[in-house]
């Protein structure tokens, strides 16, 4: 357990979306709380011979809303202008560009995906390098791979370039990383890039994630691991976390970023503060590569963590955003994990899955469901897990169905679980 009294209390002052469900903060908020869907038919490629055909994509939002120069961002990948779009939100709703004096007490951590798939070069590629027989000439592979690839295009594939393009945006030479822990990600990153601040290293950190899985390769990966919901004839009732009839998540994109400050920082400057940074835990399965342990002891194990840290008992925890994935295993063994941490209050604390409506975001996921908690405790309404109505007995918590419900939320627990076994809680609340 930290000592409250002797470490660095790290807050939220900024806070931005680019969303399926709208692309920024208030827009999304409130389609949260109307229960509504951004989940449609897939348009970015052509999904029509996939055993999935829906998604939940970025509508209506390019690069030029944010005022940047498109042949500037022409090679960027999707992710990375989802990122900017965030990011450009949180850095301006914060204010702080406006008293960092030394650009090198400012950070950058982030959960970004890998970035755009180059399909249709590397087919060319192949094609000129196999012979009739299917043996591969390497010489003719990287020869054509020269005449068509775009090295700019290329290094844009890279995890770390999203963050590397949002600390030159603001000038934040301090502290700079990306994790990539799948579905973890972004939480993850909120969580260390608040131990840097905790341990003095930085006094504001711009944190979050982004994420694109919609393309044949991400599709068709998740196909094969039988983890896509294939409802087509019902896009916007596919995802229904915790159902019974639950076939798999509807996969979603998007980018969320905030702005952490130490909390006398912010004080000082008169910041508005969404929220506090209370608790963060991170424990790994160590079971196998997709399946989480069937008895959810790194759930656990994780849940109880940030809850110590934030010096906080289960029974403070007013909501849970749950990873919800709508797939069978997760969602029965998180609710499985949420009754051993809760014991007998388990039934008196709300737990929903915002995924139900904006679909799986990945990478962006966690810091996503973050802001939306930050949401929750400011207007004391949490939004519902739609597309309830076949309740299953091995999940049977208070998955505020269907409807956003007004009560008090004060402190709320997110939850971030990943393939490979990384699971990241976040707890936050109010600032007092």
Not at 14 to 38: A, C, F, M, R, Y
Not at 120 to 148: C, P, Q, R, S, Y
């Amino acid at each position: 357990m930290n000592n409250r009294d002797s470490q660095r209390r790290v807050v939220v002052t900024g806070i931005g979306v680019i969303n399926p469900l709208g692309n920024d903060v208030e827009t999304v908020w409130n389609q949260l709380k109307e229960g509504k869907s951004g989940v449609g038919y897939t348009t970015i490629f052509d999904a029509s011979r996939f055993p999935t055909r829906i998604s939940a994509e970025i509508k209506n939002w390019d690069i030029t809303d944010t005022g940047e120069d498109p042949e500037v961002w022409k090679y960027r990948g999707r992710h990375t202008r989802f990122a900017a779009g965030a990011a450009k939100q949180a850095v301006g709703s914060s204010g702080v560009l406006d008293v960092i004096k030394d650009p090198r007490r400012f950070g950058v951590y982030m959960g970004s995906g890998e970035g755009n798939q180059d399909f249709v070069n590397f087919a060319t590629m192949m094609a000129a390098g196999l012979d009739d027989e299917g043996n591969l000439d390497i010489v003719k592979f990287m020869n054509k791979g020269l005449e068509v690839l775009n090295p700019l295009v290329e290094l844009e594939q890279e995890p770390n370039m999203p963050v590397g393009h949002m600390a030159a945006m603001f000038n934040a030479q301090g502290p700079n990383a990306n994790c990539l822990t799948a579905c973890a990600a972004s939480s993850q990153a909120i969580g260390e890039a608040t131990e840097i601040i905790r341990r003095g290293e930085a006094e504001v950190m711009l944190s979050g994630g982004t994420h694109s899985m919609i393309h044949p390769f991400g599709v068709t990966g998740f196909n094969l691991l039988t983890a896509l919901s294939t409802n087509n004839d019902d896009p916007t009732g596919a995802s229904r976390p915790f159902d019974r009839l639950r076939d798999g998540f509807v996969l979603g994109e998007g980018g969320a970023m905030v702005v952490l400050e130490e909390y006398e920082f912010a004080k000082k400057r008169g910041a508005q503060i969404y929220g506090e940074i209370l608790g963060y835990g991170s424990t790994a399965d160590a079971y196998r590569i997709t399946d989480i342990h069937p008895e959810g002891r790194g759930a656990i194990a994780c849940m109880r963590m940030a809850i110590d840290d934030a010096q906080l008992n289960p029974s403070d925890i007013h909501y849970v955003n749950a990873h919800g994935t709508s797939t069978t295993v997760n969602d029965r063994v998180e609710t499985r994990s949420c009754r051993e941490v809760f014991g007998a209050d388990a039934m008196n604390v709300p737990v929903s899955s915002t995924k139900s409506m904006m679909g799986h975001l990945i990478a962006a996921a966690g810091a996503t469901e973050m802001i939306v908690c930050l949401m929750a405790i400011r207007d004391n309404v949490l939004p519902p897990t739609i597309n309830y109505e076949n309740p299953d007995p091995e999940c049977d918590l208070d998955y505020v169905p269907n409807e956003a419900r007004e009560t008090t939320c004060n402190f709320a627990l997110n939850n971030s679980f990943g393939f490979g076994g990384q699971n990241i809680t976040l707890v936050v609340g109010q600032c007092a």
